[in-house]
């Protein structure tokens, strides 16, 4: 089986006072390819300021907020009925697309606040969201474990301490 396969863009709406704080595209490529767990997708990253953030969450979720980190998934994978090209295989088959955006001035408070370092809660939300366009969640408790789980054990391999510790 072929390792997953990425193609990321990494889109800048900031401020100068934002931007000085916003990870660099390696950095969220390495983040986003630790997430990946199979088949191949298509990723657009979008750092953003307080008021994108907060149209953003009140348009799409209903909520008059800046969030941290928002999911939109695009194209979960290719229907059953469609015939993956020859030669493919089955997660060659389907390629997740989705945008996350992630506003950076929340973040940074965020990181601030838990005394975290910003760099690991910039790594911990791309792998977090980068696991929900893959269709993991949070709604219930075991969902929620399962995920926390995979988060710590991804940020882990990636030398980042434990976001729930």
Known sequence: MSA?????????????????????AVQIRRWARAALRSGSAEVAVR??????GQQLNRD????????????FVYDEAVPDDVEAPAGADAAEAGTLAG???????????????QGKAPEAHFAH???????H???YDHEETVEADRMEALES?????????DPYA
């Open 60 to 71: 799409y979720r209903g909520k008059d907020y800046a969030t941290n980190v928002l999911t």
């Open 125 to 131: 939300l791309v792998v977090h969201g980068m696991l």
């Open 99 to 113: 945008d996350l955006v992630i506003c950076v001035p929340v973040v940074v408070r965020e990181a601030a606040g």
């Open 47 to 52: 750092l953003v300021g307080e008021a994108e």
């Open 4 to 24: 997953p396969r990425l193609a990321l863009s990494v889109q800048r709406a900031l401020g100068a006072g934002d931007r000085v704080f916003a990870p660099r």
């Open 153 to 161: 054990e991804i940020l882990a391999a990636l030398g980042y301490p």
């Open 133 to 135: 366009l893959q269709g």
